[in-house]
């Protein structure tokens, strides 16, 4: 069982910037693909970024340039740098788990909310 929580969430101008992290239990993090995750009020959830086991990465085309996942694993954690961000960015982010490269994500936070103000 992994256990998410997420962090750094929070309210921010447009233009400016946060770092969210998403905190693993577990001893084999570095064996998992963790995904960063969105959902705005009345929209459904969307991917935003990936980082796989091996390293690979992945992102919305809409968001590649503006975010940056990254993980340590020595830290059991995932990072999803935020840049210039707009107000369309407003939504409750989630961080996602699943063991190497199965097709589903397993494990999911509870999220937490950016909201940016114009």
């Known amino acids: 069982q992994v256990q998410l929580v997420e962090s750094g969430g929070g309210l921010v101008q447009a233009g400016g910037s946060l770092r969210l992290s998403c905190a693993a239990s577990g001893r084999t993090f570095s064996s998992y693909t963790m995904g960063w995750f969105r959902q705005a009020p009345g929209k459904d959830r969307e991917f935003v970024a990936s980082?796989?086991?091996?390293?690979?990465?992945d992102y919305a085309d809409s968001l590649k340039g503006r975010f940056t996942i990254s993980r340590d694993n020595a830290k059991n954690t995932v990072y999803l740098q935020m840049n210039d961000l707009k107000p369309e960015d407003t939504a409750a982010y989630y961080c996602?788990?699943?063991?190497?490269?199965?097709?589903?994500?397993?494990?999911w936070g509870q999220g937490t909310q950016v909201t940016v103000s114009s």
């Open positions: 980082i796989g086991w091996g390293g690979s990465i």
């Open positions: 996602a788990g699943r063991f190497r490269s199965r097709p589903g994500y397993d494990y």
